[in-house]
C-alpha cells in the first residue's frame, strides 16, 4: 500500500467531503433509491442516468461513473456500454459491479462486452469474483455462496488480466491492484441481510475514485474502509435489519476523518 499521507482513507474521505464529486450510477431498480443516499450521507452527489440517449453525454461530465448488472434489459445494456465508452474517452474512472453475472447467458455476455471496454475497478461479492476470473463458485444468484478467502487468488488473476483493481466484499474484504493487497476487517453480519448493500458500496467506491482518479487502489480502500466502519457503528444501535439500514446512512453521515483514522481495520499483506 502506498506511504502517501494523502491517499490515506482518512484523508481521501475529507477532499471527498469538500469536493463532493458528481457520480454518475447506472445501477439496479433494487439499489438506486439506497445507493444514491449512500453518496449523499458520505458528502458526494449521486445522478442516476442510464437512458442510452444521454449516459454518453453525461459520463463525459461525472467525476466518475459505476454500473452495476443488477436488473438488466437491452436497453439498459446500451446505456452501459455508451456511458462506459464515453467515460474512457473522457478519461474518467468507470466501476463495474458484476451482479450474477454467472447466472444466466444474457448477464455474462454483458458481462464480457463491459469487461472488454476495461473497467477501472471491479467490485463484486466472491462468488462473483471467483467466476469472473473462470472458476467454480457456489453462487446462485445475486448472494455469495463463497467466503472471500476462496476468492483472494482469482482477485489476483483477475487484476492482473483486466489490469484493474478488484475488491472482493464479504465478512472480511479484498483488493488487490495484481501486485498490492489488503484485507479490510469490520462491518456487521447484519450487511449482507440489506439489500444493495454491495451496490451502494460500489457507488461509493466510484466517488471515492471520482476524486483520486490516478489512485485506484487506495480509492477502493478508503470507500471498504468507510463501510467497514458504518457498519461498525451502526451495528451496536440496531435492533434487526431494518433499523440497522437506517443507522447505516447516519454513520456514514456521521463518519469523520478522525474517527476512520482510528477505526480502520486494514492489513497490508503486499
Ligand atoms: N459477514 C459480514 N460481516 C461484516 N461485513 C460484511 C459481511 N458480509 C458483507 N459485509 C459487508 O457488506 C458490504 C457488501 O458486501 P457484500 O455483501 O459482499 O456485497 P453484495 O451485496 O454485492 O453481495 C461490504 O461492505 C462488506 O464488507
Ligand atoms: C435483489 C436483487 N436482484 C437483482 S439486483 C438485486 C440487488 C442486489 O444487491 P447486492 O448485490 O448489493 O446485494
Ligand atoms: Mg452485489
Given amino acids: ?36 443516499n449512500t453518496l449523499l450521507a458520505a458528502g458526494a452527489s449521486p445522478a442516476m442516468v442510464h437512458a442510452p440517449e444521454e449516459s454518453g453525454e453525461f459520463a463525459a461530465l461525472a467525476g466518475a461513473l459505476t454500473v452495476n448488472i443488477g436488473t438488466l434489459s437491452s436497453e439498459w445494456v446500451d446505456g452501459m456500454k455508451a456511458a462506459a465508452q464515453s467515460a474512457n474517452q473522457a478519461q474518467k474512472p468507470w466501476v463495474l459491479d458484476p451482479v450474477a453475472h454467472f447466472a ?19 467490485r463484486g461479492n466472491a462468488s462473483e469474483i471467483i467466476a469472473l476470473a473462470g472458476g467454480q463458485s457456489a453462487g446462485q444468484g445475486v448472494d455469495s455462496g463463497d467466503p472471500v478467502e476462496l476468492a483472494e487468488d482469482a482477485a489476483c488473476s483477475l487484476a492482473q488480466t483486466q489490469n484493474a483493481v478488484v475488491a472482493v466484499t464479504g465478512a472480511v474484504d479484498f483488493v488487490t491492484d495484481g501486485t498490492r493487497s489488503v484485507r479490510i476487517a469490520g462491518g456487521s453480519p447484519l450487511m449482507p441481510k440489506i439489500t444493495a448493500m454491495g451496490c451502494s458500496l460500489t457507488a461509493l467506491v466510484g466517488a471515492f475514485v471520482a476524486i483520486a482518479p490516478d489512485a485506484p487502489f487506495e480509492a477502493t480502500i478508503a470507500a471498504l474502509a468507510s463501510f467497514a466502519a458504518a457498519g461498525s457503528h451502526a451495528a451496536p444501535n440496531a435492533n434487526g435489519p431494518g433499523t440497522f439500514m437506517m443507522h447505516f ?5 456521521a463518519l469523520s476523518p478522525e474517527t476512520l483514522n482510528t477505526n480502520a481495520r486494514i492489513e497490508i499483506l503486499s
Fill in 1 to 36: 500500500m502506498t506511504t502517501d499521507a494523502s491517499l490515506s482513507p482518512a484523508n481521501l474521505l475529507a477532499r471527498l467531503r469538500e469536493t463532493s464529486p458528481l457520480v454518475q450510477c447506472i445501477t439496479n431498480y433494487v439499489a438506486m433509491n439506497f445507493a444514491a
Fill in 249 to 253: 446512512i447516519d454513520a456514514l453521515y
Fill in 104 to 122: 444466466t447467458a444474457f448477464r455474462r455476455d454483458t458481462t464480457a462486452d463491459l469487461l472488454k471496454l476495461r473497467p477501472t475497478i471491479i
